[in-house]
């Protein structure tokens, strides 16, 4: 498959559905519960980090140029110090330690993982904190993504950033905690989402070429359709549920 251009089509449709994923992330980036009874107290602490680091200077990265304008101009609205400069996670742009903190849901899991989690590590100051989230291997979303893979006879990827004992190497030597958490994505039918993310999600955009090469396009779009429609959860309209984990880093010295 050609490299992915995230420029291409309407990834913020996609982003609209994933922001419940991205506000586990930010909430993760405050201390977790350790106790059950201190739960009210953590979770006034995670708001307080959360608003932290909404309002704090902010630098995004990512090599869709496209994508950093739209961030751009959510940042200028809310009136965030913010920067956002093209580039990839294996080559960020920051002296040793100079972040308190870095977070990336679903964005550097599409890097190159040994060298993107070192160049984390090494950002990130004693004491601050990596967030990231990465899908699991289960569920009917990742299964059109094998099933998509197979047709176009591309190799499985290796799971890598799905893969809590890949992930927990990745990060030796630092305070690493992974949590699996679920996120539900609804549409009218299953026709109306299949038809969203064929038309608009760049992965589907870059693959098609391909299908259409070798002649499976359609055949693509049916069996993707039919997994959906086995795994639907909303009888009369459609959900599908995926999830995936949140890897919290704590930074040690
Ligand atoms: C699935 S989208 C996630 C975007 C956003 N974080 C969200 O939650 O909607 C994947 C993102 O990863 C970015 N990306 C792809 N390859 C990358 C790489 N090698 N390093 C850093 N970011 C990358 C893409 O540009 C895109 O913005």
């Not at 927990?168 to 109306?192: M, N, Y």
């Amino acid at each position: 498959m050609n490299r992915i251009d995230w420029g291409q089509g309407r990834y913020e449709l996609t982003a609209d559905r994933l922001a419940p994923a991205a506000d586990v992330a930010v909430a993760a980036l405050a201390p977790q519960p350790g106790r059950a009874d201190r739960r009210r107290r953590v979770r006034h602490r995670q708001r307080r980090a959360a608003d932290r680091a909404r309002r704090g200077h902010r630098h995004g990265r990512g090599p869709a140029e496209r994508l950093l304008g739209v961030a751009r101009e959510r940042a200028a609205a809310e009136g965030a110090d913010a920067a956002f400069v093209p580039g990839e996670g294996t080559a960020l742009p920051f002296a040793d330690g100079e972040l308190d903190a870095a977070i990336s849901v679903f964005g550097v899991i599409f890097a190159e993982a040994r060298a993107a989690a070192l160049e984390l590590r090494r950002v990130v100051r004693p004491g601050g904190r990596i967030v990231l989230t990465a899908w699991t291997t289960t569920g009917p979303l990742a299964e059109v993504g094998r099933t998509l893979q197979g047709i176009m006879g591309i190799p499985p990827t290796p799971a890598t950033w799905s893969d809590p004992d890949v992930l927990r190497e990745l990060f030796a030597g630092h305070r690493v905690s992974i949590a699996e958490e679920r996120i539900a994505f609804d549409a009218p039918s299953v026709e109306a989402y299949v038809a969203e993310h064929a038309e608009h999600h760049p992965m589907w955009l870059a693959g098609t070429p391909v299908l259409r090469e070798i002649g499976r396009e359609d055949e693509a779009r049916e069996r993707v359709t039919a997994i959906f429609a086995d795994a639907n959860e909303a009888p009369g309209a459609f959900r599908t549920t995926s999830s995936y984990y949140v890897v919290t880093v704590g930074v040690l010295p």
